[in-house]
């Protein structure tokens, strides 16, 4: 059983960064894929950006990529998700989730999600 624990959103300016951590408890962290999703109102929950167990694969949705960067630390059980130049349309509620995973980008294949952060971009 993996638990987790979203935090680092928050308000900022266009242009501006933002780094989210995702807080993991269990001895099975790092066996599993982690992912980063967002969720707008009234939209569907959006692929982000996903890292493999050992953090040798990364893959990374079209509209962030450039401006995004995740990483782990599987010693410190926990996930980094950089994100640098924000848009208004990058505001959402981010979710970490993780799992075992064939598709990075399917949210349905993740076993385990945090509670979200929200981050919330200004023009």
């Known amino acids: 059983q993996v638990q987790l624990v979203e935090s680092g959103g928050g308000l900022v300016q266009v242009g501006g960064s933002l780094r989210l951590y995702c807080a993991a408890s269990?001895?099975?962290?790092?066996?599993?894929?982690m992912g980063w999703f967002r969720q707008a109102p009234a939209t569907e929950c959006e692929f982000v950006v996903a890292?493999?167990?050992?953090?040798?694969?990364?893959y990374y949705a079209d509209s962030v990529k450039a401006r995004v960067t995740i990483s782990r630390d599987n010693a410190k059980n926990t996930v980094y998700l950089q994100m640098n130049s924000l848009k208004p349309e990058d505001t959402a509620v981010y979710y970490c989730?993780?799992?075992?995973?064939?598709?990075?980008?399917?949210?349905?294949?993740?076993?385990?999600w945090g509670q979200g952060t929200q981050v919330t971009v200004s023009s």
């Open positions: 989730a993780g799992g075992r995973v064939t598709k990075y980008s399917d949210y349905e294949l993740y076993h385990y």
């Open positions: 890292i493999s167990w050992g953090g040798v694969i990364t």
């Open positions: 269990g001895r099975t962290f790092s066996t599993y894929a």
